[in-house]
Each structure stands twice: as C-alpha cells, then as structure tokens.
C-alpha cells in the first residue's frame, strides 16, 4: 500500500482511524503522501506546512492538512488550505480559506469572480459579484534615526480621525520597544508620522480597533546589514537581539538575515549545555571487573556452569541526559548549520556556525528529533529558555529565512552595538600605540557629593588608552554630528542637533579632568557615514594648566570591508594620536 493509499483509508475511517490523536503519526504520514505525489525541490515544499490537530474528543474541531508557511504553528491561520475534516462515518476533504481570511493569497482571489446559481446567471452578474478584499497587512519600514514613515488610517482599515489616540494607546508598548516617536500629523489628512530612533528590530502594529496585528513596522540599520554582520562578528555577538514578547510581525521574516536572529538562540542553547544537571539511569551490564552491585546469585548458575569464571553480570547508575531533549538540541542544531550555511560570507555567520558546530561535538552523536510540545522545560531556568529556543526554530520563527512570511518580534540598541565595537577598536589599536586599553566596565569614576543634595553619581567613558604620562579617553556616539559638521559648520546645525551635541562636548571635557596625566586626549568617536568623513578628523586644545588637553572629533567605520581596511584604519588612527 502507497503512502497516499494509507492516507486515503484513514481517511475513510474518519474518526475511527487508528492514527487519531496521534500527530507525529500523522505528520510523518503526510510527508510521505508529499514526497509521493509532489514536487519535492525545496522552494516548493517549504511554501507548505503541514497543520495536525486529530483529536479523539468528540466536541473537538479536529483536522489536518497543508496550510500556507507564513502561517503560526497552531491557532487561526490565513490563505487557501487543502485540508480534511474526519467525522462519524467518513472524512471532509475541502480547498478551503483559513478563518483569518486570504492572507497572501488575496491577490489571487481578488481577481476571480464568485458567483451564486447557474453557470449562465454568473457570467451574466460576474461583473457585479467581484470579491472585495481589505489589503494585506502591509510591512513599514524604516531605518534607525532614519526619517519617519507617515501611516495612515486606510493601512489600519480605519476611517475618519478618532482612530490616532486609540492606536497610540494600543501600540505605545511595541514602538516604545524599538524607541518609536509617534507625531500626529494633519496635513493631507490625519496621520501618524513614526520616526525611528537608536533602535533596530520589528514589531506588530494593532489595530485600534480589535488590537488584532494588521500592519507590521521593521527599523533595518542605517548602515548594511552586512556591515552589521562584520560588526557583531569582530565583537563575537557581546550585544544580540530580543526575541518575541508579541504576535507576529507581518513579512518581516524574509527581510532579516538568518544569523541575527540565530544569535540569542545559540546562547541559550550554550547555557543549557554548560548548567544542565544529568540523571541517573540503571544499566545492566557484563564486566570483568565489578562496578556498583555484582548478581552473584545469576554469577553462580548461569556463568560458572557455562566456564566464564571471569565475566561479572552488574549493575549500576549512571549519568544520563534526557534522550528526547537531547535530539531535539541535535535537530535544533543540524536546522541552525543549515540555515547559516547560505550566509557563508558573513563574518557573523561564520562566527555562529563555529559555536554551533562546537555544541554540536559536545551533544555528541545520536537521534535527532524535531522538538515538539511534549518537551519538557520543567528543572531550570537554563532548561526553560533553551527549550522556547529550540521551539522558535521548530515552527520556523526563531530564523529569519524564505521559509515563512512573518517574523518574531525583536529590538536591538544599535547605539549599544557601535559602543561595542568602538571599545573592541580601541583594544586592537592599544598595542600598535604602544598604551594599555582600559576597557567598557573599567572606566567609571565615583562622583563624591558632599551634601545631602546630589545629583549623578558616576562619569563612565565607554573605554580608553592608558599610557605613561599619557591618557586617552573614548566615548562612542551613534549619530550624525560628525557628517553634519563637515557639511554645514557649527552655525549651520540645527538648534536641536547644536544643544545635542554641545551637550557631547561638555561631557567630553568633563573626562578630560579625569585624570591627572601631562597628556590627555578626549576622543568623540562618530560612525562614518560618507567618505568625506574619513581623514577630516576636528581637532582643539584646551589650556588647562601645565597640561596639554586635547578634544577630537573622529569618524570611525561601522565594520571593516577587508583586512587592508582594518589595517588603513589602525595607521590613520596611530598618526593622529601620535601627533
């Protein structure tokens, strides 16, 4: 019997078949019928998942079948399903729309004509009877300080004005996540203006309405993702994403790249492995020397009879780990490696395939199993964040790969990122000047307040250069200071980016009294956003005493393209410090 004769049969059965409630049964079943009868290229069948909910209570409304990808693994799903229903004497098998509507399927039924009665009335009324669809749920984008994205009420299916405080209060949270500014707008109608701050991610957009998702909102970096993936690679991921906490985020799951969102996933996994406690098990077992109780009564009437005197049947505990949660890290790691392996370019991909391959030597060969609902989270917190790990990647929303349409939720503090890889700069360039790198959680000092009134307690620069008779301290600022001092001067910045980046330079100066070296350099370190940054370093000095002061301002690449690159950096950086 083929697969799909099997399947046919069981169907027949309705809800008398054998392989009811049993859904890794049934889903293996219809991975077989698949391979059978369709295409088998992997761009085909990952269009595809496969939806089981056979359950043997009558009052339960079971099905299974094949549903769109960039539906969730369970709950109400979107777009054209082939799909059966089993009852009492026989099954239901349909080409049905999912009770979330057509999804992205509505561009097909958009242009197809639905008629009621005979052939010949429905081509006579098909013009009068065409399907009206509400849009799909469309994907925002921006890019981290950025310039905002204008959102009207028809993108949220509302009209009129009274639906701007609603949606704000709906989705404060979200756009608080990704440190969204939201303005009312009034010109051209009413709207929201949302303008991207130092945060990149995704988020859903609710409804004002039904606080059902109907939109989603991606802030990319500013710079390549690319040059994301160099950055967090040379700083080995020291900052990562935030994953989940909401629904979906509409289409975003092909916008974002596969080793991102992989990241926070290969370290929970790598703080189970390090912290998890091993069983015990009883084994039995035959050995020429005993090991915890020896059967001597067994010893005696089975092996002395038979001459082997020197063979001891045993029995002991022995460390075990869970099998079944072992095989699904096994599986979590072989879809990771997968997943990685089209990114081979990517220095963060590398990076994390390295780490994924390492965990992979210490689970050690042995089943792999897609992990599933019946695996356990119970026993620590490291268990329980890497089981809802592995469970990202199993319904195929912990990756951001073509397999799905929509994404996990996640925010990154891309602020946080530059700091990271400025203080990771600054360590490679100490040796080449001869000074010792003082490092991000080395550099505070204590403010002393004398009186019951204070204010801040610490002045923390993100890292430094220590020297003899010489110090350099660093601090990292994501913004555009820089670029837009060499374009329009100091009287040309507007009030707003002039009050920001005085403030800058206050600060800046503070550290410079921070300690009591002949030579001491405050560096202001901007990201490069044009060439015309590179090599047009501002340079002052500031009398202070017998010491020489020095306040620069230093563009500073957001990853480097190629060794060369890193090395032409290094020297320009070395030159100017030695000046």
């Not at 097909?108 to 799909?136: C, F, H, M």
């Not at 092909?254 to 015990?280: T, Y």
Request: net charge positive; hydrophobic share 40%.
């Amino acid at each position: 019997m083929t697969s799909f004769d099997e399947l046919i049969t069981g169907m027949a059965e309705g809800r008398a078949w054998s392989l009811m409630g049993d859904g890794d049964a049934v889903r293996a079943l219809l991975e077989r019928v698949y391979l059978e009868r369709c295409h088998g290229a992997r761009h085909h069948r990952d269009a595809y998942q496969l939806r089981v909910n056979l359950q043997k209570k009558d009052d339960a409304a079971s099905y299974a079948g094949w549903i769109p990808a960039e539906n969730p693994a369970s709950g109400p799903y979107q777009g054209t399903s082939l799909v059966w229903f089993p009852g009492e004497s026989g099954s239901v098998a349909v080409l049905v729309i999912g009770t979330d509507g057509f999804g992205s399927d509505a561009h097909i039924a958009a242009g197809t004509q639905v008629t009621r009665g005979r052939a010949q009335r429905s081509r006579e009324r098909g013009s009068r009877a065409l399907l009206e669809l509400p849009p799909g749920r469309p994907l925002l984008r921006a890019v981290d300080h950025g310039p905002g994205v204008r959102l009207d009420g028809s993108t949220l299916g509302a009209t009129g004005d009274r639906w701007v405080e609603p949606f704000l209060e709906a989705n404060r949270a979200n756009l608080r996540r990704l440190a969204v500014d939201a303005a009312v707008e009034a010109r051209a109608g009413v709207a929201v203006r949302l303008t991207p701050g130092p945060r990149i991610g995704a988020v859903p957009l609710l409804s004002p309405a039904t606080r059902r998702v109907v939109a989603g909102l991606l802030v990319s970096p500013r710079f390549r993702w690319s040059a994301l993936g160099a950055v967090l690679g040379d700083i080995g991921f020291a900052t990562e994403p935030s994953l989940g906490g909401t629904p979906l985020v509409p289409g975003s799951a092909r916008e974002v790249p596969a080793w991102l969102l992989a990241a926070p996933v290969v370290r929970r996994l790598e703080a189970f492995l390090r912290h998890r406690k091993r069983g015990f098990s009883e084994r039995d077992e035959i050995r020429a020397s005993p090991r915890g109780r020896v059967d001597w009564a067994r010893w005696a009437t089975t092996h002395v009879p038979s001459g082997r005197w020197t063979t001891l049947p045993c029995r002991f505990s022995e460390p075990e780990d869970d099998p079944e949660l072992l095989a699904a890290v096994r599986w979590t790691l072989g879809r990771l490696e997968d997943e990685l392996a089209s990114f081979g370019e990517s220095a963060a991909a590398r990076l994390l395939s390295a780490r994924v391959a390492d965990l992979a030597a210490r689970v050690g060969p042995g089943p792999s199993r897609r992990p599933g609902a019946e695996l356990r989270a119970a026993g620590s917190e490291w268990l329980a964040e890497a089981v809802q790990a592995m469970g990202w990647v199993a319904e195929e929303r912990g990756l951001g790969g073509a397999r799905v349409l929509d994404g996990m939720s996640w925010d990154l503090p891309i602020d946080e990122v530059w700091e990271a890889w400025v203080d990771a700069f600054v360590a490679d360039l100490a040796p080449r000047c001869g000074l010792n790198a003082v490092r991000r959680g080395e550099t505070a000092r204590r403010l002393n307040w004398a009186t019951p009134t204070s204010s801040m307690r610490r002045l923390i620069p993100d890292s430094g250069l220590r020297g003899a008779g010489r110090m350099v301290w660093v601090d990292a600022k994501y913004k555009a200071h820089l670029e837009l001092l060499v374009q329009h001067g100091w009287a040309g910045l507007e009030p707003g980016t002039r009050d920001a980046h005085r403030a800058d330079l206050h600060q800046a100066l503070a550290y410079a009294a921070l300690d009591e070296a002949e030579r001491v350099d405050s560096v202001l370190v901007y990201p490069e956003l044009s060439s015309g940054d590179r090599g047009r370093p501002a340079v002052a000095t500031v009398a202070s005493g017998r010491r020489r002061v020095r306040l620069l301002l230093v563009g500073l690449p957001f990853g480097f393209h190629s060794p060369d690159h890193r090395e032409r950096t290094l020297s320009e950086w070395r030159a100017l410090l030695a000046a």
